[in-house]
């Protein structure tokens, strides 16, 4: 019995979505063949930090294999790096890409000393793998993970060092045939944390030339000799990008290649295969997501007598305003008014954990604070007050528990979509044991902060709007440009304080993809609803999961002293 009153076409579809997701699920985690993967590992340092870590080897066995060990990035995790480790392992290594403490699923501790995790996953190959010849290590290390240089300088064992957009050590011992050291750094053209300049200084110290001689894309010393050190530059990314570009990617593999002078066991490049199989998952995933909210809604909202009545809205009638007023002055609002709204929060900024994640959530409430005081003035013009406007949505103890347990229910199917397609192949989002306790708070944060965005484009503007397609996309991209828009401008801001993009050129590409996501998810869950409860959940959960796990441990009063000085 269809309980749902689900149409023939809907469950089609539904078959359908699901089956593209299920098999680019599949196909994402079984790509390449030649690869054996093996997650969820840990392993303890010797100052008690519990370090997680994968590894991606050959399928075939054999012995005294070479291993490689991956150094992710500032506020990202190993999941970032993960490209680089499938195509060594197809090549023949074994790849480590691993967490670093207060990073990803790894756990905290003070005093911050990231070498000692490197150790710990050098260590565990030693007494874990006897099929590893501890002899023969390489390490990459993208922008943060260069810190690993620190050990490469005293550890022999180490033959080669890959740098993905991070310093080079001047002093870094140098390669001879007795125990070599070959250098690789990738360089992108618009990398916004290092300088191509400073590159050539420390290259021209290592090769002993003039900087004005040292030439990107050119080899110096040799393989054969143990000193190959070399710039690799590409023009089309930035810093972000390069932990996924497949020239980097491509250049990475060859250089560990000839490093180690290894018979490669597969030679096909996979990069861009999986990203045809992510995006398959991807809209199999989404796909599917959407079309349940609709018979959720009716299951869970509504008694079975009541599902066929149409649906009751929360709006705000603001009949003397056009759209393009409205959005006007939601632009202005916020822009001028954010400021303000930024510096309230900052003594929250100051005393909450994971500063990356406070900053986040303070230019979230500084556009809602313009926000505010915009739906404040409309208030007086309908003879409202802004208490009734906020408190409104949250009308009848019944109603509002509905909408809460169909939002956790839609929020957590969201976020398995998005954790098994994205999350545990370009970007984690399951943060360590010792940052969990952080995720209420933020999530009640993240949830105001939606509410009132969602009270602009959903309870007043989508309300100005038919239910067509065309309409449907307008409101859709309303709702992009909105935070979009105050990121720009106050990441810009910062950067100028900074004297640095790297935030900007970091921040921006995650959230135009986020705020497209959250913007479809308010759009079409306020349209089955006749709420915005319900969707304010949702990405509230997804935005939570994202910036706990991508922050790192560091105090407000650090954070703000790094933008300053």
């Not at 618009?190 to 420390?202: N, P, Q, R, V, W």
């Not at 303000?340 to 909450?352: E, K, Q």
């Amino acid at each position: 019995m269809n309980k749902l009153n689900l149409s023939k076409k809907r469950i089609a579809f539904l078959c359908i979505f699901l089956a593209i997701f299920t098999i680019g699920t599949v196909f994402i985690f079984i790509t390449p063949l030649s690869v054996k993967s093996t997650y969820g590992l840990s392993t303890q340092t010797s100052d008690g930090v519990t370090i997680s870590f994968n590894i991606f080897e050959p399928s075939s066995g054999g012995l005294n294999k070479p291993a490689i060990i991956i150094g992710h990035g500032s506020m990202v995790n190993k999941e970032m790096v993960k490209g680089y480790a499938l195509e060594l392992a197809a090549a023949g290594f074994v790849a480590v890409p691993f967490d670093f403490r207060g990073h990803g699923q790894s756990t905290m501790a003070e005093p911050d000393n990231k070498t000692k995790d490197l150790i710990a996953i050098k260590e565990y190959l030693n007494t874990e793998r006897s099929d590893i010849d501890m002899n023969s290590l390489g390490y990459i290390g993208y922008s943060m993970g260069g810190l690993g240089q620190e050990l490469i300088h005293q550890d022999l064992a180490f033959k080669c060092f890959i740098g993905i957009g991070t310093w080079l050590n001047s002093s870094l011992r140098l390669g001879n045939p007795t125990n070599p050291l070959n250098v690789l750094m990738i360089q992108a053209l618009f990398d916004e944390a290092i300088e191509l300049s400073y590159l050539k200084i420390s290259l021209a110290t290592r090769v002993s030339i003039p900087v004005s001689s040292v030439d990107s894309n050119k080899m110096y010393g040799s393989f054969q000799e143990g000193n190959a050190s070399m710039i690799y530059l590409d023009d089309n990314s930035n810093h972000l990008t390069v932990a996924w570009d497949e020239d980097f990617i491509r250049e990475a593999r060859d250089w560990a290649i000839n490093s180690f002078d290894i018979d490669v066991i597969d030679e096909t490049f996979y990069v861009n295969i999986r990203g045809l199989i992510l995006l398959l998952q991807v809209i199999g995933g989404i796909g599917f997501f959407f079309l349940t909210i609709e018979p959720l809604s009716k299951l869970i909202l509504t008694p079975k007598s009541d599902r066929e009545k149409e649906i009751q809205y929360y709006k705000i009638e603001v009949p003397d305003m056009s759209v393009k007023s409205i959005s006007i002055k939601t632009i202005s609002y916020s822009l001028v008014l954010g400021f303000l709204g930024v510096l309230i929060f900052i003594p929250l900024l100051l005393i909450l954990p994971l500063a990356v994640a406070a900053f986040v959530v303070a230019l979230l409430f500084g556009q809602a604070f313009g926000i505010i005081v915009f739906l404040w003035r409309i208030g007086k013009k309908s003879d409202s007050t802004l208490r009734e406007i906020l408190s409104r949505p949250f009308k009848g103890r019944n109603s509002f528990l509905r909408q809460t347990i169909l939002g956790a229910i839609l929020g957590a199917l969201l976020f398995l979509i998005v954790y098994i397609s994205i999350g545990l192949n370009y970007l984690g989002l399951v943060p360590s044991i010792t940052k969990v306790w952080t995720m209420p708070i933020y999530f009640l944060i993240c949830f105001f902060v939606l509410l009132i965005v969602n009270l602009i484009t959903q309870v007043i503007i989508q309300n100005k709007f038919s239910d067509s397609i065309i309409d449907t996309m307008k409101v859709l991209l309303l709702g992009v440009i909105f935070p979009l828009l105050f990121y720009i401008v106050y990441l810009l801001l910062v950067s100028v304080l900074m004297r640095s993009l790297f935030y900007f050129g970091t921040f921006i590409p995650i959230s135009i993809l986020m705020f497209i996501l959250s913007s479809g998810i308010s759009v079409v869950s306020y349209r089955k609803t006749g709420n915005i409860i319900t969707g304010a959940i949702i990405n509230a959960i997804l935005l939570t999961f994202l910036i706990v796990t991508i922050s790192s441990p560091q105090s407000g009063l650090s954070f703000i002293a790094r933008l300053l000085f």
